[in-house]
């Protein structure tokens, strides 16, 4: 069961009988589950249809 107490507002998962107990003493509140909801991913962007652009590679030689 997940509970809330009133004093400070922390949410925690206890144990049914531990939590209805609180509940009955008026030191915590029940905390019903939601949907908890998930990102989408991100879509990949659209390829613009340019190349890649291609460098020469110069390699230094050393000189004997």
Do not use: C, F, H
Request: hydrophobic share 30%; net charge positive; no cysteine.
């Amino acid at each position: 069961m997940r509970i809330q107490y009133r004093a400070n507002g922390m949410q925690r998962e206890v144990r049914d009988s531990v939590g209805e107990a609180l509940i009955r003493r008026n030191l915590a509140a029940r905390v019903y589950r939601t949907r908890e909801l998930v990102a989408d991913e991100p879509e990949e962007a659209p390829r613009t249809g340019k190349s890649k652009r291609k460098y020469k590679r110069r390699d230094l030689a050393a000189e004997d």
